[in-house]
């Protein structure tokens, strides 16, 4: 088909490279020609992204982090339905929009082309997620339930999502990049307080004042994004990238790691596959499928090498 589409599907089971660790989306193709030629394909996959947020619930995370009551019943409430429709204006309002000079070619961006990127697809879905027309729609309840997704993508851009680096080290894969790039850009050019760190009992958290001026904040970000991907400016590019996305600050990435650790989270998360056994009646015919989730990690790991190893232990 011609155009933008976006599917949601269930993965039964998780294979090759998407195994145990997986994405929870799929977007293609790549090759920006074939988009703007036959258009992309968005597909969310679901219950993954389901098993998350459960095996996220209760953890302490929201209450170590989150600044106060209010705003971590919103992100209870709200934050797995705006995680989702941020994914799915990410992918189709986002990658799948956006045009270029001629001449201008996404590859004139070079090492940081992925991460300004991302950064335009994650505005983008910044951007609309706070559009009335997704309460009209029946897809965001009131027109407040974007604010549990306007906190979380702040706290984890500007804070949360330093638990994945080691101290001392540099920011370096695109997708953090770019989260830390927008929250970092709009914290630093809020000058009416729109958002701020603020110390309660020696522990540093995310406020945000106002959410509308925020909103304005991603916009003119996603301007000067879009404007620097559409005239293939690679030195604007770098410099918004270098300035904004790499760089971490030292003592509150020490305190955030110190706090989390004490919540004793993994930082990354993986999967157990469902054993699938075949029914079948007297004359061999299949009949039905029972699932069972009794198998423990390890013990799939080894039956796998055990059973389906194309390679000899020993050479
Ligand atoms: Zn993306």
Not at 73 to 82: D, F, I, M, N, V
Request: with cysteine.
């Amino acid at each position: 088909m011609k155009g933008v589409s976006a599917k949601v599907i269930t993965a039964a089971i998780l294979g090759g490279d998407c195994y145990p660790a997986t994405p929870i989306g799929i977007n293609l193709p790549n090759a920006n020609w074939i988009r703007k030629e036959y258009g992309s394909k968005s597909v969310s996959i679901d219950n993954l992204s389901h098993a998350y947020d459960e095996a996220a619930k209760g953890n302490g995370f929201a209450e170590e982090f989150i600044i106060d009551e209010e705003t971590r019943r919103r992100a209870e409430q709200y934050g797995t339905l705006c995680n989702d429709l941020h994914t799915d204006l990410h992918e189709c309002a986002g990658h799948g929009s956006g045009k270029l000079l001629p001449g201008v070619s996404k590859d004139d961006l070079k090492e940081h082309g992925s991460c300004i990127e991302e950064a335009r697809a994650d505005l983008f879905g910044l951007y609309y997620l706070a559009d009335p027309k997704l309460v009209e729609l029946g897809l965001l309840p009131d027109n407040d339930a974007y604010k549990a997704g306007y906190y979380q993508q702040m706290m984890n851009g500007l804070m949360t999502q330093l638990v994945r680096i080691e101290p001392g080290k540099d920011i370096e894969e695109a997708h953090m990049r770019d989260r830390q790039l927008i929250a970092n850009w709009v914290y630093q050019h809020a000058e009416n307080q729109e958002v701020e760190i603020v110390e309660r009992n020696g522990k540093h958290y995310l406020q945000i004042n106002d959410y509308e001026g925020l909103r304005r904040l991603f916009g003119e970000l996603l301007r000067e994004i879009q404007r620097i991907t559409s005239e293939g400016d690679y030195a604007a590019a770098k410099q918004m990238v270098e300035t904004y996305g790499v760089k971490v600050n030292p003592e509150l990435h020490q305190e955030i790691l110190a706090r989390y650790k004490k919540l004793n989270l993994a930082p990354y998360k993986g999967f157990v596959n469902p054993v699938y056994t075949l029914v079948t009646d007297e004359n061999g015919t299949v009949t039905d499928v029972t699932i069972d989730y009794s198998e423990g990690y390890i013990e799939q790991h080894l039956r796998y090498s055990r059973n389906y190893s194309f390679l000899p232990d020993i050479n």
